[in-house]
């Protein structure tokens, strides 16, 4: 994903609630046209080959994004119609980055060099605050000429121009690509706001305002090294020594106490986000070496370099290995367990991690008893309800298929947009017999990627269904629901086809 798209998601003074002057009405562009342009926008972003769906740094995520936004929303910031959606991009750079209409990126690379919760929270807190103050908008004010189309093909210009220079000319707008970045840039004023409206939605969210300081200091370092290309964020989000001395002053007058140290489950989830963004033969090696050479180092540390260890044999399919590595993992965990919360959560990373070693292996039966040790229907969070649900996929007429299976569409009542959820009901649906169940999942998967046209012919082929009159019990209902989903994607492909 590229690191030119922070420079396309522009921030606007906190006029209403902190009494500062107003950088644009943002009136030029509705809220209906900012929400069409950032899903116009996301819609490529989850079609390109960075972007990632995974279970454990997805929850890891979400549970930070979250209370900000339950923050914002207290706040009267927030935007209902909008999305308010995180998407994670398999790459090594630190970056993260607002689009119009509530859509986030945020790069593993980040979550790779984050120290604490409190930090990552930070930058999402800060990306937040472009949104809710609707930064893209209020600049168009000035670009009165360019439409939100053309808006929206030269931030997907940016997006191709970070892998390809042919990809980026395909999709840049004639000569105008230039004076659009230089136009949508950070200006000083417009980050400062964006510091004090994040710091406030930290606050209020309950994470410690010390994240800002840390993460400020992290850049800062990379600054003093002249950002060898590593860190992205810094050429969208300028650091000045106002802003840092700004921050370091709300700290000292928040009277928190220090930054705890790193600790175990924090250091897991840090190594996963290192390996899945750097994932070539020689970064999966060296991996693998870090562990070895890990001893004498942080109870921390050492976890996350048996967890990144293990996850890098799996990747090379070296399973012995892995086999090893884990155990390894599990010893240290078991070591230094207590009953805190941080060791509970890296207990629970083991499991997972546990579950999916046992998977690659496919010993299917061993992710159930790992996830499920009590052998009966149980409520699963969210990882381990995908992982026991892809593990029943291959072990046909479980007995646990009817239980997962209603797990799943409990979880798609809550979470309509979950694609990975709804593809899981799907095959589970297929599995059992529900033929029409199933294509109206597969269906829902792909309305939740934005995917309009994959969507309407998962939902033809159930209405086709439908009409041959091979209906069960209850598909009736089904059937219905198909015939409004379809129309609804008919009118979103139709709006996308539109230029505005």
């Known amino acids: 994903m590229a690191s030119l798209l922070l420079a396309l998601a522009m921030p606007t003074a906190w006029a209403q609630s902190a009494g500062l002057p107003a950088l644009g009405d943002g009136e030029s562009l509705s809220l209906s046209d900012e929400r069409q342009l950032g899903d116009?926008?996301?819609?490529?972003?989850?079609?390109?080959?960075?972007?990632?769906?995974?279970?454990?740094?997805?929850?890891?995520?979400?549970?930070?994004?979250?209370?900000?936004?339950?923050?914002?929303?207290?706040?009267?910031?927030?935007?209902?119609?909008?999305?308010?959606?995180?998407?994670?991009?398999?790459?090594?750079?630190?970056?993260?980055?607002?689009?119009?209409?509530?859509?986030?990126?945020?790069?593993?690379?980040?979550?790779?060099?984050?120290?604490?919760?409190?930090?990552?929270?930070?930058?999402?807190?800060?990306?937040?605050?472009?949104?809710?103050?609707?930064?893209?908008?209020?600049?168009?004010?000035?670009?009165?000429?360019?439409?939100?189309?053309?808006?929206?093909?030269?931030?997907?210009?940016?997006?191709?121009?970070?892998?390809?220079?042919?990809?980026?000319?395909?999709?840049?707008?004639?000569?105008?690509?230039?004076?659009?970045?230089?136009?949508?840039?950070?200006?000083?004023?417009?980050?400062?706001?964006?510091?004090?409206?994040?710091?406030?939605?930290?606050v209020d969210a309950g994470y410690d305002p010390q994240g800002f300081v840390g993460m400020f200091a992290k850049l800062q370092q990379a600054a003093g090294l002249n950002d060898s290309g590593a860190f992205p964020y810094l050429r969208s989000h300028p650091l000045t020594t106002e802003r840092l001395a700004d921050m370091q002053a709300r700290q000292q007058l928040s009277n928190t106490s220090p930054k705890a140290p790193t600790d175990m489950a924090q250091a897991m989830l840090a190594a996963r986000a290192r390996v899945l963004s750097q994932n070539s033969p020689d970064a999966l090696k060296a991996w693998t070496q870090d562990a070895e050479s890990a001893i004498g180092t942080s109870p921390a540390q050492k976890a996350g370099a048996l967890y990144a260890a293990t996850l890098a044999h799996l990747q090379m399919r070296h399973m012995a290995a892995a086999d090893r590595t884990l155990k390894a993992l599990g010893q240290w965990v078991a070591s230094s367990h207590t009953e805190s919360p941080t060791s509970l959560a890296a207990q629970r990373w083991l499991r997972l991690l546990s579950a999916e070693v046992a998977f690659k292996q496919d010993r299917f039966e061993a992710v159930l008893t790992t996830l499920m040790p009590n052998a009966g229907p149980v409520a699963l969070q969210r990882p381990e309800l995908l992982a026991v649900a892809q593990a029943l996929l291959r072990l046909p007429r479980h007995p646990l298929q009817a239980d997962i299976t209603r797990q799943l569409r409990s979880l798609v009542q809550q979470a309509p947009n979950d694609a990975q959820a709804w593809q899981s009901l799907a095959g589970l649906l297929s599995l059992q017999g529900q033929a029409l169940a199933s294509l109206r999942a597969e269906g829902e998967a792909q309305i939740a990627r934005l995917d309009w046209s994959g969507a309407i012919d998962r939902l033809r082929a159930a209405q086709d269904l439908a009409r041959q009159g091979r209906l069960q019990a209850g598909d009736h209902i089904e059937a219905s629901i198909v015939d409004t989903r379809l129309r609804q994607a008919q009118d979103r492909l139709r709006a996308l086809q539109t230029p505005r």
């Open 40 to 202: 116009r926008i996301a819609r490529e972003l989850y079609r390109d080959p960075d972007f990632l769906e995974d279970p454990v740094l997805d929850e890891y995520i979400q549970q930070l994004w979250a209370p900000l936004v339950k923050a914002a929303a207290a706040r009267g910031e927030l935007q209902e119609r909008f999305a308010w959606r995180i998407l994670l991009g398999r790459d090594r750079s630190v970056n993260a980055f607002a689009l119009p209409g509530g859509y986030l990126g945020v790069h593993l690379g980040l979550i790779a060099v984050v120290s604490s919760n409190d930090e990552l929270a930070s930058v999402l807190a800060h990306e937040l605050s472009h949104v809710t103050q609707r930064h893209i908008a209020r600049n168009m004010n000035d670009q009165a000429k360019m439409t939100p189309w053309v808006i929206g093909s030269m931030i997907l210009g940016a997006l191709a121009a970070s892998k390809s220079a042919q990809g980026a000319q395909a999709l840049i707008v004639g000569g105008q690509a230039a004076a659009v970045q230089s136009q949508l840039s950070y200006s000083r004023d417009m980050e400062r706001e964006a510091d004090r409206v994040g710091y406030g939605i930290l």
